[in-house]
Protein backbone atom coordinates (compact mmCIF):
# COMPACT_ATOMS: atom_id res chain seq x y z
CA UNK A 1 0.00 0.00 0.00
CA UNK A 2 1.50 3.42 -1.17
CA UNK A 3 0.61 6.34 1.07
CA UNK A 4 1.64 9.97 -0.31
CA UNK A 5 1.31 12.74 2.66
CA UNK A 6 1.73 16.58 1.54
CA UNK A 7 2.67 19.15 5.12
CA UNK A 8 3.57 22.67 4.85
CA UNK A 9 0.48 24.73 3.95
CA UNK A 10 -1.08 27.41 6.07
CA UNK A 11 -1.89 30.80 6.45
CA UNK A 12 0.86 33.30 4.42
CA UNK A 13 0.19 37.16 3.59
CA UNK A 14 0.47 38.40 0.25
CA UNK A 15 4.68 38.47 -0.93
CA UNK A 16 4.87 35.40 1.71
CA UNK A 17 6.58 31.71 0.87
CA UNK A 18 5.26 28.67 1.56
CA UNK A 19 7.36 24.87 1.11
CA UNK A 20 5.29 21.90 0.65
CA UNK A 21 6.70 18.89 1.09
CA UNK A 22 5.10 15.37 -0.10
CA UNK A 23 6.15 11.93 1.09
CA UNK A 24 5.66 8.94 0.14
CA UNK A 25 5.64 5.49 1.54
CA UNK A 26 4.83 2.45 0.98
CA UNK A 27 5.95 -0.70 -0.83
CA UNK A 28 7.83 1.55 -3.60
CA UNK A 29 10.30 0.78 -5.95
CA UNK A 30 10.64 3.35 -8.26
CA UNK A 31 8.60 6.37 -8.56
CA UNK A 32 8.29 8.28 -12.59
CA UNK A 33 6.49 11.75 -12.87
CA UNK A 34 5.44 13.71 -9.14
CA UNK A 35 3.39 16.79 -9.49
CA UNK A 36 1.37 19.03 -7.65
CA UNK A 37 -2.20 20.43 -8.04
CA UNK A 38 -4.23 22.80 -6.07
CA UNK A 39 -8.04 23.07 -6.03
CA UNK A 40 -9.80 26.88 -5.55
CA UNK A 41 -13.04 27.10 -4.32
CA UNK A 42 -15.50 26.74 -7.27
CA UNK A 43 -12.65 25.68 -9.24
CA UNK A 44 -11.70 22.40 -11.20
CA UNK A 45 -8.16 20.81 -9.85
CA UNK A 46 -5.28 21.90 -11.84
CA UNK A 47 -1.74 21.39 -12.56
CA UNK A 48 0.64 23.58 -10.93
CA UNK A 49 4.26 21.60 -11.23
CA UNK A 50 5.43 18.62 -12.34
CA UNK A 51 9.08 17.05 -11.95
CA UNK A 52 9.99 14.00 -13.96
CA UNK A 53 12.13 11.20 -12.63
CA UNK A 54 15.20 12.71 -14.77
CA UNK A 55 14.14 16.49 -13.11
CA UNK A 56 12.68 17.47 -16.07
CA UNK A 57 10.72 20.20 -14.78
CA UNK A 58 6.94 22.17 -16.07
CA UNK A 59 5.35 24.67 -14.73
CA UNK A 60 1.60 26.64 -15.30
CA UNK A 61 2.00 29.63 -17.09
CA UNK A 62 0.38 31.37 -13.98
CA UNK A 63 3.75 30.01 -11.35
CA UNK A 64 6.56 30.16 -13.85
CA UNK A 65 8.94 32.09 -12.14
CA UNK A 66 7.20 32.05 -8.65
CA UNK A 67 7.19 28.70 -7.74
CA UNK A 68 9.70 25.92 -7.98
CA UNK A 69 9.25 21.71 -7.53
CA UNK A 70 11.90 19.83 -6.67
CA UNK A 71 12.20 15.96 -5.74
CA UNK A 72 14.24 13.35 -3.61
CA UNK A 73 14.32 10.92 -5.15
CA UNK A 74 16.23 8.48 -2.00
CA UNK A 75 13.50 10.13 0.34
CA UNK A 76 10.72 9.18 -2.49
CA UNK A 77 9.41 12.85 -1.62
CA UNK A 78 8.80 15.90 -3.41
CA UNK A 79 8.69 19.79 -2.53
CA UNK A 80 7.05 23.06 -3.89
CA UNK A 81 8.77 25.78 -3.02
CA UNK A 82 6.42 28.94 -3.00
CA UNK A 83 7.17 32.14 -3.12
CA UNK A 84 5.92 35.93 -3.81
CA UNK A 85 2.32 34.36 -2.63
CA UNK A 86 -0.73 35.94 -4.05
CA UNK A 87 -4.65 35.54 -2.85
CA UNK A 88 -5.23 34.33 -5.95
CA UNK A 89 -3.08 30.88 -4.98
CA UNK A 90 -4.95 30.27 -2.42
CA UNK A 91 -6.62 26.66 -2.77
CA UNK A 92 -6.13 23.21 -1.38
CA UNK A 93 -2.66 21.86 -3.06
CA UNK A 94 -2.33 18.17 -3.60
CA UNK A 95 0.74 15.83 -4.44
CA UNK A 96 0.42 13.19 -6.90
CA UNK A 97 3.10 10.26 -8.31
CA UNK A 98 3.45 8.02 -10.74
CA UNK A 99 4.79 4.68 -9.28
CA UNK A 100 5.87 1.80 -10.75
CA UNK A 101 3.39 -0.84 -10.25
CA UNK A 102 0.48 1.23 -9.37
CA UNK A 103 -2.00 1.14 -11.95
CA UNK A 104 -3.20 4.54 -10.98
CA UNK A 105 -1.72 7.62 -9.66
CA UNK A 106 -1.56 8.29 -5.89
CA UNK A 107 -2.67 11.51 -4.79
CA UNK A 108 -2.06 12.63 -0.89
CA UNK A 109 -5.33 14.22 1.03
CA UNK A 110 -4.23 17.82 0.45
CA UNK A 111 -2.80 20.49 2.57
CA UNK A 112 -4.69 24.47 2.59
CA UNK A 113 -2.69 27.43 1.44
CA UNK A 114 -4.28 30.89 2.37
CA UNK A 115 -3.10 33.61 1.50
CA UNK A 116 -4.67 36.68 3.19
CA UNK A 117 -3.66 39.94 5.50
Known amino acids: QVQLVESGGGLVQPGGSLRLSCAASGSIFSIYAMGWYRQAPGKQRELVAA???????NYADSVKGQFTISRDNHKNASYLQMNSLKPEDTAVYYC???????????WGQGTQVIVSS
Open 96 to 106: NADILGLVEVA
Open 51 to 57: VSSSGST
